[in-house]
T-cell receptor
Framework: NAGVTQTPKFRILKIGQSMTLQCAQD?????MYWYRQDPGMGLKLIYY???????DKGEVPNGYNVSRSTTEDFPLRLELAAPSQTSVYFC?????????????FGPGTRLTVT | AQRVTQPEKLLSVFKGAPVELKCNYS??????LFWYVQYSRQRLQLLLR??SRESIKGFTADLNKGETSFHLKKPFAQEEDSAMYYC??????????????FGKGTKLSVKP
């Protein structure tokens, strides 16, 4: 049981390049989330998914896209990288049932856009 | 508006001293509040949640609805408590229920 995994751990992109941040969980969780954390700031919600085939925007979705073709995977796509997207990206998941709302986090991907 | 405020960026104490990490929130409704911790080179993990009224690693936090606060306390700090601490509120963004709204975090440094 690996929990939530993210790849890559680090990445440097040039302005205008594209990339996909991978996220997978093996806990059969329906809910999955993408957050970004800028230096000195709290995590902000980019996109979320309540199940396979269902995604929706969070607080800061501009410049990103997601898909959820399976319960396990929730990739985040950056189409035209910009310096403002330099951040640490965290993926998280939680169970559908239960009122505790505990989220399980991946280790993060540190992205630099230059 | 849903918001979490952690007023201290850094809190430095000596081993054995009491610790209080402050957290205030803004939320219309009944909030679910959490403390998450991130130790060096580790992932973010849940420390405790208000609904459980539990003590984890000697830490406790009481929800005070009148003061809209959820401060984290420990009577005697240990060096291994040094970490980043995030207060979080279970939001209701777009009806998703369960997304977390985070404060900016407080770095706790416990000196020997």
């Amino acid at each position: 049981n690996a929990g939530v995994t993210q790849t890559p751990k680090f990445r440097i992109l040039k302005i205008g390049q594209s990339m996909t941040l991978q996220c997978a969980q093996d806990m059969n969780h329906n809910y999955m989330y993408w957050y970004r954390q800028d230096p000195g700031m709290g995590l902000k919600l980019i996109y979320y998914s309540v199940g396979a085939g269902i995604t929706d925007k969070g607080e800061v979705p501009n410049g990103y896209n997601v898909s959820r073709s399976t319960t396990e995977d929730f990739p985040l796509r950056l189409e035209l990288a910009a310096p403002s997207q330099t951040s640490v990206y965290f993926c998280a998941s939680r169970e559908k049932q239960g009122a505790t709302y505990e989220q399980y986090f991946g280790p993060g991907t540190r992205l630099t856009v230059t | 508006a849903q918001r979490v405020t952690q007023p201290e960026k850094l809190l430095s104490v000596f081993k054995g001293a009491p610790v209080e990490l402050k957290c205030n929130y803004s939320y219309s409704g009944s909030p679910e509040l959490f403390w998450y911790v991130q130790y060096s080179r580790q992932r973010l993990q849940l420390l405790l949640r208000h609904i459980s009224r539990e003590s984890i690693k000697g830490f406790t936090a009481d929800l005070n609805k009148g003061e809209t606060s959820f401060h984290l306390k420990k009577p005697f700090a240990q060096e291994e408590d040094s970490a980043m601490y995030y207060c979080a509120l279970s939001g209701n963004y777009g009806g998703s229920q369960g997304n977390l709204i985070f404060g900016k975090g407080t770095k706790l440094s416990v000196k020997p």
